[in-house]
């Protein structure tokens, strides 16, 4: 089998040419980014207008899909009953949330990950180990958007901010890559991305936190969504080179071929699974004090 950084990879969904890492695409790229950031913040808009229940709608979809590409990318492209094991968890963890038993939920998604380790780890060691991790690594996020997202107003603009940040971390980190250029963040992993992509993520966000507050009379003070927007996009961007150290591990290009040439939608929130549950822990352990919406 040729290694990951060669012409072609095979993965859960079978092989796929890897993109030059030196660049070409670069519309491709614009188009995509552009795109997923438009979806992105066409559904934080959504989050506000059409209420919690419709938001535990799209998470729930979400935790189904995201389990099955888990587990198909780990487990070389079977989905089983474990599969659905962890789809059913996911969702119901969510559930658990909605109902203002977040803790729940979290220990559901720890339990399902044992039990899917402890039955399968006879027969299917690796697969099992990483399916189980797959659990909680769709399960904590899904709790902690749900959590977040809560039943009022400032459950709706937190979430808001967050997606719109994720939006424009994503959006702000590949243009000031491709425009400045310079030393890679971590070409072992994600060979296109740049330490100037980070930076210019980091600034892009950090502004949007601002002008939020400033359009939004009920937010945190400026000054605070902007040093949160500053660290959103840092662990934002640490997530999307978690899943590519993932993908690269089983010599996946893509967690699936969900959205035609585009991936699979694990591909496209990477950076939202894991600065959810990275908001939802520094809310619950300061109180939701400091990121509160009046």
Do not use: N
Request: with cysteine; proline share 4%.
């Amino acid at each position: 089998m040729r290694s990951p950084s060669s012409d072609v990879v095979s993965g859960a969904t079978g092989p796929r040419p890897v993109e030059p890492a030196g660049g070409g695409g670069w519309a491709q790229g614009l188009r995509l980014r552009t795109i997923y950031g438009t979806l992105l913040a066409a559904l934080a808009v959504a989050v506000v207008l059409l209420g919690d229940r419709v938001f535990l709608g799209f998470v729930a979809v979400g935790a189904a899909i995201l389990s099955w590409e888990w587990m198909r990318l780990c487990r070389a492209g079977r989905f089983g009953r474990l599969g659905l094991v962890a789809a059913a968890s996911t969702v119901a963890a969510a559930i658990l949330a909605f109902a203002d038993r977040p803790a729940w939920g979290i220990a559901l998604c720890v339990a399902a990950a044992v039990a899917v380790h402890v039955v399968a780890r006879r027969s299917d060691p690796q697969g099992a180990g990483w399916g189980a991790a797959g659990i909680v690594y769709v399960g904590l996020p899904v709790v902690a958007l749900v959590w977040l997202r809560g039943h009022d107003a400032s459950g709706e603009r937190l979430i808001a901010w967050l997606m719109l940040s994720v939006a424009v971390t994503d959006i702000a980190a590949f243009f000031a890559g491709r425009l400045i250029g310079g030393p890679k963040l971590a070409p072992r992993l994600s060979p296109k991305k740049t330490w100037a992509g980070l930076v210019g993520a980091m600034v892009a966000t950090g502004l949007c936190g601002a002008v939020f507050a400033a359009l939004d009379p009920t937010a945190p003070r400026a000054a605070t969504l902007a040093v949160a927007g500053v660290v959103l996009a840092v662990v934002a961007q640490a997530g999307d080179l978690f899943e590519s150290a993932v993908k690269r591990h089983f010599g996946a290009k893509d967690a699936s071929q969900l959205i035609p040439g585009h991936g699979g939608l694990l591909d496209r929130v990477d950076g939202l699974v894991v600065a959810a549950g990275a908001l939802a822990f520094f809310q619950g352990l300061t109180g939701g004090g400091l990121l509160a919406w009046q």
